[in-house]
């Protein structure tokens, strides 16, 4: 099985940045597609972004793209989330997830039921 530790969370004042980090014990996800998803209080986890196996293939939310960036190094276990230019509106507990496949569609890449191991969540608040 494997466990996810994200890190890198914190508060941090609007226009700012973070550098999210999810690492991998037990077994490694190198060959599997990772996602970011984030959850504000009294909302709906909501996706923000996914990487390929190979990291050949990203994909965005329209409401972080052009400030986020998804990456990962399959040979340290460990995927990135880069979040520059912080608003309020990102304030939520962020969560890396592993997808069931190396790489998912641009559609179901959004959908929670496509991800099977999930970490514990890292607390991201952005003050205005």
């Known amino acids: 099985q494997v466990q996810f530790v994200e890190s890198g969370g914190g508060l941090v004042q609007a226009g700012g940045s973070l550098r999210l980090s999810c690492a991998a014990s037990g077994r490694t996800f190198s060959g599997y597609a990772m996602g970011w998803f984030r959850q504000a209080p009294g909302k709906e986890r909501e996706f923000v972004a996914s990487i390929s196996w190979n990291a050949l293939s990203t994909y965005y939310a329209d409401s972080v793209k052009g400030r986020f960036t998804i990456s990962r190094d399959n040979a340290k276990n460990t995927v990135y989330l880069q979040m520059n230019s912080l608003i309020p509106e990102d304030t939520a507990i962020y969560y890396c997830?592993?997808?069931?496949?190396?790489?998912?569609?641009?559609?179901?890449?959004?959908?929670?039921?496509?991800?099977?191991?999930w970490g514990q969540g890292t607390q991201v608040t952005v003050s205005s």
């Open positions: 997830a592993k997808a069931t496949r190396a790489e998912i569609s641009y559609r179901s890449t959004t959908w929670p039921s496509q991800y099977d191991y």
